[in-house]
């Protein structure tokens, strides 16, 4: 979006009456801004707010420039307070906005009296959307006082079942007691995050088999599947969203539960990003009888809070014998750090990342060329070599020899070129022909430290036949 939305004329001109702030939510300092105003894991959110400070809408994903005009336009028709003698329902809603419950109370009485039809439902309804709005905005003091409302006034509405585990969420936050509702519900969720993935029954096995094509069945699949994918995802954002109290049950899950269960604890505890989180997974990984598939969970779930201070740890993960599997969830980690941070000159990253590029593993080689792209340290020159030689496909056209190609091009400070011109994929002739360069120029490189690339000391460039 940066090159090509919000460079749009157009938008240039929205933007230039509003006030612009972005914000980095892997850093340390803005996750409480993200927590209270991020409703998706989705990147980008944009979250538009009022001068009163009022959150007035919200969206996420990358958009072109028409699109984004319309969310805006959007924000700004709700951004406008209502006049002071407007309808109680738009005064009701922008004190909801406000979380301001004293605000709201003349506002529902004003409908009691009025007794119009549909009021009923109004005041129901505002009462409900200060619950979430509270609830969104973590202000868990109103929101306690917001869903004693709602119970009170509505005690067979709706929304009952959802105001009692808003009100033990704000009950928790306040006093630290988890409530009965909020318990069945944190173990509804993970009940969801645990249903086994829609497979194919034995005789849709066999038809396939046998090359008999079942139209009707591919279709049913591929809707279960789809639906799979979005209940799991909204248990796991809802407990996310919870927070602290469903902790305890999250870890339970990551270290006893098998399968989906063990691998969507690990996701929601990487999403939560909770400090105290950090510590509890790091002792995990001190404990030396973890079987290797909760074990990568469990770095993965680690390297997911993206905590500088663990970057030590990947470290020698990525370059010990652990298994491969491991290795690779430490691997994405340093990456993600090393993103953080634009890159990095730690040689102890680059010798790690070079022990990791040395076994054959496909996946673990996969993600170790993508984090050597953060690297401005010498790399081992020869590991690249012998990778160029590995053709193995990682998706569409690239292969590994091909990431192995670009990693050591960006090493020798130039694109790799065969007769002048930049080299696109990496064919075996063009394989050959670096392995002849390198030995031959092998004892002149020199590593530029300003620069950050090896050089020839005569200045000979990677071109020929």
């Given at each position: 979006m940066e090159r090509v939305t919000f460079r749009a004329p157009e938008v240039v001109e929205a933007f230039a009456g509003i006030e612009v702030c972005k914000l980095d939510v892997d850093l340390a300092a803005n996750r409480e801004v993200g927590a209270r105003h991020r409703r998706t894991v989705s990147l980008p959110t944009f979250v538009a707010l009022a001068a009163d400070g009022r959150e007035v809408h919200q969206w996420s994903g990358a958009l072109p420039p028409a699109d984004l005009l319309r969310e805006l336009a959007t924000a700004a028709a709700a951004a406008a307070p209502p006049p002071a003698g407007a309808d109680p329902v738009a005064l009701g809603e922008f004190a909801c906005a406000r979380c301001d419950r004293e605000a709201l109370a003349p506002q529902l009485a004003a409908l009691a009296r009025r007794g119009a039809p549909g009021d009923a439902e109004q005041i129901e309804r505002l009462l409900w959307l200060l619950c979430t709005t509270s609830f969104d905005q973590q202000r868990w003091p109103e929101l306690a006082l917001a869903t004693q409302d709602y119970l009170a006034r509505c005690p067979e509405g709706a929304h009952r079942d959802e105001a009692m585990v808003m009100q033990g969420r704000a009950t928790f936050a306040v006093d630290g007691v988890l409530t009965e509702a909020l318990r069945a519900h944190i173990d509804a969720l993970l009940a969801d995050g645990a249903v086994p993935f829609p497979g194919s029954s034995l005789l849709d096995r066999a038809k396939r088999f046998a090359g008999v094509q079942d139209e009707a069945a591919e279709r049913a699949l591929r809707a279960a599947a789809?639906?799979?994918?979005?209940?799991?995802?909204?248990?796991?954002?809802?407990?996310?969203?919870?927070?602290?109290?469903?902790?305890?049950?999250?870890?339970?899950?990551?270290?006893?539960?098998?399968?989906?269960?063990?691998?969507?604890?690990?996701?929601?505890?990487?999403?939560?990003?909770?400090?105290?989180?950090?510590?509890?997974?790091?002792?995990?990984?001190?404990?030396?009888?973890?079987?290797?598939?909760?074990?990568?969970?469990?770095?993965?779930?680690?390297?997911?809070?993206?905590?500088?201070?663990?970057?030590?740890?990947?470290?020698?993960?990525?370059?010990?014998?652990?298994?491969?599997?491991?290795?690779?969830?430490?691997?994405?980690?340093?990456?993600?750090?090393?993103?953080?941070?634009?890159?990095?000159?730690?040689?102890?990253?680059?010798?790690?990342?070079?022990?990791?590029?040395?076994?054959?593993?496909?996946?673990?080689?996969?993600?170790?060329?993508?984090?050597?792209?953060?690297?401005?340290?010498?790399?081992?020159?020869?590991?690249?070599?012998?990778?160029?030689?590995?053709?193995?496909?990682?998706?569409?056209?690239?292969?590994?020899?091909?990431?192995?190609?670009?990693?050591?091009?960006?090493?020798?400070?130039?694109?790799?070129?065969?007769?002048?011109?930049?080299?696109?994929?990496?064919?075996?002739?063009?394989?050959?022909?670096?392995?002849?360069?390198?030995?031959?120029?092998?004892?002149?490189?020199?590593?530029?430290?300003?620069?950050?690339?090896?050089?020839?000391?005569?200045?000979?460039?990677?071109?020929?036949?």
């Open positions: 789809s639906a799979w994918v979005e209940r799991v995802n909204a248990a796991m954002q809802r407990l996310a969203r919870l927070g602290p109290p469903a902790v305890p049950a999250l870890r339970r899950a990551l270290l006893e539960g098998e399968g989906e269960t063990m691998r969507h604890a690990a996701t929601t505890l990487g999403w939560m990003r909770l400090p105290e989180n950090v510590g509890f997974l790091r002792a995990q990984l001190e404990r030396a009888n973890t079987p290797a598939p909760r074990r990568a969970e469990v770095v993965r779930a680690l390297a997911m809070h993206k905590d500088p201070a663990c970057l030590p740890l990947f470290v020698a993960i990525a370059r010990g014998d652990e298994p491969p599997r491991v290795r690779t969830e430490a691997v994405e980690g340093i990456r993600d750090l090393c993103h953080l941070g634009d890159g990095t000159t730690d040689p102890a990253v680059a010798g790690a990342l070079d022990a990791a590029l040395a076994h054959r593993d496909l996946r673990l080689r996969q993600w170790t060329l993508q984090a050597m792209f953060e690297v401005k340290a010498p790399l081992a020159l020869g590991n690249l070599l012998e990778a160029l030689d590995d053709r193995r496909t990682l998706f569409a056209e690239f292969r590994i020899c091909g990431n192995a190609m670009w990693i050591l091009g960006q090493q020798l400070g130039s694109l790799v070129q065969v007769d002048g011109e930049p080299a696109g994929t990496c064919t075996p002739a063009i394989a050959a022909f670096l392995e002849r360069w390198y030995s031959a120029n092998r004892h002149r490189l020199v590593w530029d430290a300003d620069a950050c690339h090896w050089a020839v000391r005569d200045g000979a460039a990677v071109q020929g036949k």
